[in-house]
């Protein structure tokens, strides 16, 4: 059974820039959810997405944006990068929309 | 929405004590609370969670009980061991017309002291 796996760990953008994450399912689960994480503070919910559609979302700006595909992977895309972005970025997979998430390593992001 | 407080924001104990950390959450809807921990430069792994229509579950050293009236949950975790330091989260989940929403605490750093 593989584990979650993001990409990639580190990135640093400048402000203004637009940013890919992406994330690849433990094997056999549907449905992703992406988080973010500020030094010292608890994940932040982004969205999630069930099945190739966003099923439900935090408070977050429609400059963040995603895509699940078939084989269930997904990405993360945020738009006018602005300082405040930097941050860990997780993503945690499950079998079904409601059950137990497990996170994948992060990929930290830099905004200068 | 929902807000998820945690308490305390550090804990420091003598190894082979018990560390406590609560939860508090605002949105009777909640329905399902794990917790994980995350060690420093490492994933949130978790460790225990608990379903609404269940008051308390345990996994050997660690136990979660949730009082649903009250709208709090605690992580008890017993005889501990230098290994549990860490950072500990609780979250609490949602279900929506609109879909899943899902809220964590601000966390607690635990230290044990050999």
């Known amino acids: 059974e593989t584990g979650v796996t993001q990409s990639p760990t580190h990135l640093i953008k400048t402000r203004g820039q637009q940013v890919t994450l992406r994330c690849s399912s433990q094997?056999?689960?549907?449905?992703v959810s992406w988080y973010q994480q500020a030094l010292g503070q608890g994940p932040q919910f982004i969205f999630q997405?069930?099945?190739?559609?966003?099923?439900g979302r935090g408070n977050f700006p429609p400059r963040f944006s995603g895509l699940q595909f078939p084989n269930y992977s997904s990405e993360l895309n945020v738009n006018a990068l602005e300082l405040d972005d930097s941050a860990l970025y997780l993503c945690?997979?499950?079998?079904?929309?409601?059950?137990?998430?497990?996170f994948g390593p992060g990929t930290r992001l830099l905004v200068l | 929405g929902e807000n998820v407080e945690q308490h305390p924001s550090t804990l420091s104990v003598q190894e082979g004590d018990s560390a406590v950390i609560k939860c508090t959450y605002s949105d009777s809807a909640s329905n399902y609370f794990p917790w994980y921990k995350q060690e420093l430069g490492k994933r949130p792994q978790l460790i225990i969670d608990i379903r609404s229509n269940v008051g308390e579950k345990k996994d050997q050293r660690i136990a979660v009980t949730l009082n649903k009236t009250a709208k709090h949950f605690s992580l008890h975790i017993t005889e501990t061991q230098p290994e549990d330091s860490a950072v500990y989260f609780c979250?609490?989940?949602?279900?929506?017309?609109?879909?899943?929403?899902?809220?964590f605490g601000t966390g607690t750093s635990l230290t044990v002291i050999p």
């Open positions: 997405y069930y099945r190739e559609e966003e099923n």
């Open positions: 979250a609490a989940t949602t279900n929506k017309n609109t879909g899943n929403q899902f809220y």
């Open positions: 094997s056999g689960h549907n449905t």
């Open positions: 945690a997979s499950s079998l079904y929309s409601s059950e137990t998430q497990y």
